[in-house]
Each structure stands twice: as C-alpha cells, then as structure tokens.
Nanobody, 125 residues
Framework: QVQLVESGGGLVQAGGSLRLSCTASERTFSTYPKGWFRQAPGKEREFVAAISWNAGMTYYADSVKGRFTISRDNVKNTVYLQMNSLKPEDTAVYYC??????????????????WGQGTQVTVSS
C-alpha cells in the first residue's frame, strides 16, 4: 500500500521554527512534484508550498513566502517544509501530497492524488 507519512509537527511558540518531513513508501514518487497543504479548524484546506520533481522550481502561498522553505531529497524519497517565524495563524494540520502529473499549477488540492495522514502544528502566542 502506497503511503506518505508526515512527521515533525508539534507545539511551538510564536517566532519559533519547525521542520516537517514527508516520506513516501513508493520509490517512483520521487519523480513527481510534491506539495504541502494545511487545514485549520473550521477552514478549508489551503495550499502552502510545492516543489518540482527535481527541486528546480518552488512555489509558495503569499501567507508563508519568506518564512517557509520547501525542499526534497529524492534519494531519501522525502520532502521537507522548513517553517520559520511561525505565527499563531499557522496553526493547522499540515498534509503532504503527491501531484498527479509531472508538472502543472500545483495550487489546487484536487490535482494531487496521494495524501499523507497529516501532522498537527500548533503555534502559541
């Protein structure tokens, strides 16, 4: 069974940092773009960041630009989300996902076909 497993979430004070990881069980996933989304209570799931298969291109939501960095290690079959200068409004469950094609716009959740179970990030004020 194909899996995406996130880790690295937790509780952090505002201004702090966390690094999320997402490891895929399927080796072929390393050839696809990956994305991070988040969902806060009572809100819709929203795009956070995406990265092309070879890490040549990265994309960010305006709300996290300059604070978050997405990266990947295809040897380890893992994608990362480094989150700095965290704010209380970053509190959400964070999900990683595999993009269904080799390229695209990356911002729409229905364009991703495999999802992790999510990891909770809580930022206290």
């Amino acid at each position: 069974q194909v899996q995406l497993v996130e880790s690295g979430g937790g509780l952090v004070q505002a201004g702090g940092s966390l690094r999320l990881s997402c490891t895929a069980s399927e080796r072929t996933f390393s050839t696809y773009p990956k994305g991070w989304f988040r969902q806060a209570p009572g809100k819709e799931r929203e795009f956070v960041a995406a990265i092309s298969w070879n890490a040549g291109m990265t994309y960010y939501a305006d709300s996290v630009k300059g604070r978050f960095t997405i990266s990947r290690d295809n040897v380890k079959n893992t994608v990362y989300l480094q989150m700095n200068s965290l704010k209380p409004e970053d509190t959400a469950v964070y999900y990683c996902a595999k993009y269904k094609d080799y390229s695209g716009s990356y911002g729409l959740s229905y364009e991703y076909d495999y999802w992790g179970q999510g990891t909770q990030v809580t930022v206290s004020s």
